[in-house]
Structures are given as C-alpha cells and as structure tokens.
C-alpha cells in the first residue's frame, strides 16, 4: 500500500519569499504524484503532477515539484510566494497499476503568507 | 461548466438521524468517489465508483452506504449519524479508469456537523 507523509503542518513565510513545501512518499511499486491547492472555503485541485519522464514538473501559478526516486521524495517549491498563495497544500500518490483507483492524500501542509 | 456540484454545502445532525449528501457531475466521467476531510488527517477514500452500478470500499467505509444508478449521481448515505462523522465530505470524479494518472475534480464540499 502506498502512503504519503507532508513534514510541515504549516509553513509562515514572508512575501515575495521563496517556499518548499515538503512530502515523502512510500510505495513497493512505481507511483504517480501530485501536488493539490485548497484554497478557503473551496474545494481541492490541480496543482501539477508527475506520471513519468522529467523529475522536474512544472504547473499552474508558478510552482513546480521534483521527483527524486533515491529519496522518495516529491517536494513542491515556488521561488516568490504571493499573499493569493495562501491555501492548503496537498501532496497524494496513486500507482499505474491496472485497476488502482485510489489516491491516497498526506495530512496537508498549510501555507500562510505574511506582508 | 458546473463540474462537480454537492448539496447541501451545510448540515446539523442529531446523533441518529440520517441524511443523504448529493453529488452530480456533467463531464461524463466514469469514476466518481467521496472522501472525507479532518483536521491533520488530510483527506480519506470513504467509497468510491468506476462506472454506474459498480461500488467499492474506499479506506473509512464504515457508517456510510453509496450506489451508483447513473454515471451523474453519486449520492451518500449516513444512516444513523455519528458524532465521529461530524467532518467535511468531498465528492471528486475523474475520467481516467486505468492507472489512476488522471485528474480529480472536487466538488466544494459539504460540512456536516453531528450533534
């Protein structure tokens, strides 16, 4: 089975700062990753994801995660964060087994942003 | 696009009672799935569906009973609530059945509170 572990809570940082918002994975097979963004009140989506091919992963509002296989690791980071990065990020795993339906979902890291 | 709807989006409950949380979605996806999400547990499978007439368990199945009649409707059903289901659900849907590469799209949720 396969199991996702977000090192951060919460992560503060100042505006204009860059973050690196940390998840470590754990899975006998290979696996596809994700990084989802909630934002208040809203539901979750589409960050970016890593199925196959190039480590670095780049996706919407200028973040980007890299997929390290050696350390199990799939960590998101943006270089200058925004007051509108405020949300809740979630990192979760599938696998390309045939028939895999379930995506699994670490406990969230909450991101907050300060002036 | 309405995308994924759910209804009602707020819920008190006596312990007991039962209720049913609507889901639909317009986007013609096959598979469609509830989860629920608690404070540092980020989210958990509660059921899920690959197709109308076909349901499994997820990882928190206990207390909640789904059916999949069309490939629209993903109802859930609480049939006598529990203080411990007090929690905000998610229905989320996607198009891919194989792999499970594909993107979840959320619906914004519905908090239920059980008293």
């Known amino acids: 089975a396969q199991s996702v572990t977000q090192l951060d809570s919460q992560v503060p940082v100042f505006e204009e700062a860059p973050v690196e918002l940390r998840c470590n994975y754990s899975?006998?097979?290979?696996?596809?990753l994700f990084w989802y963004v909630q934002y208040p009140n809203q539901g979750l989506q589409l960050l970016l994801k890593?199925?196959?091919?190039?480590?670095l992963v780049k996706g919407i509002n200028g973040f980007e995660a890299e997929f390290n296989k050696s350390q199990t690791s799939f960590h998101l980071r943006k270089p200058s964060v925004h007051i509108s990065d405020t949300a809740e990020y979630f990192c979760?795993?599938?696998?390309?087994?045939?028939?895999?339906?379930?995506?699994?979902f670490g406990q969230g890291t909450r991101l907050t942003i300060n002036p | 696009n309405a995308g994924v709807t759910q209804t009602p989006k707020f819920q008190v409950l006596k312990t007991g009672q039962s209720m049913t949380l609507q889901c639909a979605q317009d986007?013609?996806?096959?598979?469609m799935s509830w989860y629920r999400q608690d404070p540092g547990m980020g989210l958990r499978l509660i059921h899920y569906?690959?197709?109308?007439?076909?349901?499994d368990q997820g990882e928190v199945p206990n207390g909640y009973n789904v059916s999949r009649s069309t490939t629209e409707d993903f109802p859930l059903r609480l049939l006598s609530a529990a203080p411990s289901q007090t929690s905000v659900y998610f229905c989320?849907?996607?198009?891919?059945?194989?792999?499970?590469?594909?993107?979840?799209?959320f619906g914004e949720g519905s908090r239920l509170t059980v008293l």
């Open positions: 979760a795993v599938s696998t390309p087994r045939q028939g895999a339906q379930k995506l699994v």
């Open positions: 989320a849907s996607r198009q891919s059945l194989a792999g499970g590469n594909g993107e979840l799209f």
């Open positions: 890593y199925l196959s091919g190039s480590t």
């Open positions: 986007m013609n996806h096959e598979y």
């Open positions: 569906s690959v197709g109308a007439g076909i349901t």
């Open positions: 899975s006998s097979v290979s696996v596809y």
